[in-house]
Nanobody
Framework: QVQLVESGGGLVQPGGSLRLSCAVSGFSLDLPYYAIGWFRQAPGKEREGVSCISMSDSSTYYADSVKGRFTISRDNAKNTVYLQMNSLQPEDTAMYYC???????????????????WGQGTQVTVSS
């Protein structure tokens, strides 16, 4: 049974940083046919793809809104994917979710509807 558990959210001041974790169980990140993505959803807004990473070649992709500020990475030993978020702004406030998609080839951000498994989310609030 695949499970994804997010953690690391919280309240941070503008300009601050947070690192989100997505702990994966039910499959190994060593397997080359998964991609893990991060999404966010603010109240009253649609879910937005933030970043994703391919397990086959570790290629990474980012939304324009976070490029240069966020970094996605993986730790296979801990079976965990991270999202390092720097220079946070109030517009980054949202519930953040990680998701897993079964695929070998990743060429860009993957649409939400293609993901097979989702975590429960972790809240990120950026406010002074």
């Amino acid at each position: 049974q695949v499970q994804l558990v997010e953690s690391g959210g919280g309240l941070v001041q503008p300009g601050g940083s947070l690192r989100l974790s997505c702990a994966v169980s039910g499959f190994s990140l060593d397997l080359p046919y998964y991609a893990i993505g991060w999404f966010r959803q603010a109240p009253g807004k649609e879910r937005e793809g933030v970043s994703c990473i391919s397990m086959s070649d570790s290629s990474t992709y980012y939304a324009d809104s976070v490029k240069g500020r966020f970094t996605i990475s993986r730790d296979n030993a801990k079976n965990t994917v991270y999202l390092q978020m720097n220079s946070l702004q109030p517009e980054d406030t949202a519930m953040y979710y990680c998701a897993a998609d079964v695929r070998v080839i990743t060429t860009g951000l993957i649409p939400a509807y293609e993901y097979d498994h989702w975590g429960q989310g972790t809240q990120v609030t950026v406010s002074s």
